[in-house]
């Protein structure tokens, strides 16, 4: 299994709504990442999650909170959430953290907030 | 200044040519450096790493040149399948956390 897989593929939210996205893989590895891509730009990082702990936040707004339950899963819960959050949400993930390894991404969660 | 800085092109490439394209990286101390493609709507998958001695893999090879600063990918015989997005990737963090991408290079293979 050489896959990372996200759901739900699309999610469409009001800024009152709770809503969880959720990231999966059974490679062993053991570094995952949370993504955000808008249109036509690069993916930008948000939460780097290694050994299950968190290991980097790039300073994103508290209305995104990762959690990472064990070393399979990787979520993000959204709560009162704006308009310009509506993005691509990529999850990825590496062996380790490191620098010689490369990311598995995941087909990403199609966000629209309403 | 970019951490990461791509040509955004499109580069409108003849099937079967040769394409070249280069992104520079701020960061002297980066160690690691990818290429990812990334086809419309859908998720970046890594084409390759970039090696200090330069590798190659098929029709595609990848360049570093530490002293000034920038990776390349050269596309040899293009498919129209190559058409893509191809972003360049730096591991800029000291503990090798983090990735940054460029902007990304847009290639356009036509008949």
């Known amino acids: 299994d050489t896959e990372v897989t996200q759901t739900p593929k699309h999610l469409v939210m009001g800024m009152t709504n709770k809503k969880s996205l959720k990231c999966e893989q059974h490679?062993?590895?053991?570094?995952m990442y949370w993504y955000k891509q808008k249109a036509k730009k690069p993916p930008e990082l948000m939460f780097v999650?290694?050994?299950?702990?968190?290991?980097i936040n790039e300073s994103v707004p508290s209305r995104f909170s990762p959690e990472c339950p064990n070393s399979s899963l990787l979520n993000l819960h959204l709560h009162a959430l704006q308009p310009e959050d509506s993005a691509l949400y990529l999850c990825a993930s590496s062996q380790q953290t490191g620098y010689e390894y490369g990311y598995t991404f995941g087909s990403g969660t199609r966000l629209t907030v309403v | 200044r970019k951490e990461v800085e791509q040509d955004p092109g499109p580069f409108n490439v003849p099937e079967g040519a040769t394409v070249a394209f280069n992104c520079t990286y701020s960061n002297s101390a980066s160690q690691s450096f990818f290429w990812y493609r990334q086809d419309c709507r859908k998720e970046p998958k890594l084409l390759m790493s970039v090696y200090s001695s330069g590798n190659e893999d098929g029709r595609f090879t990848a360049q570093l040149n530490r002293a000034s600063q920038y990776i390349s990918l050269l596309i040899r015989d293009s498919k129209l399948s190559d058409s893509a997005t191809y972003l360049c990737?730096?591991?800029?963090?000291?503990?090798?956390?983090?990735?940054?991408f460029g902007g990304g290079t847009r290639v356009l293979v036509k008949p």
């Open positions: 999650y290694s050994y299950e702990k968190l290991s």
């Open positions: 990737v730096v591991n800029m963090d000291a503990a090798g956390n983090k990735l940054t």
């Open positions: 490679m062993g590895h053991r570094a």
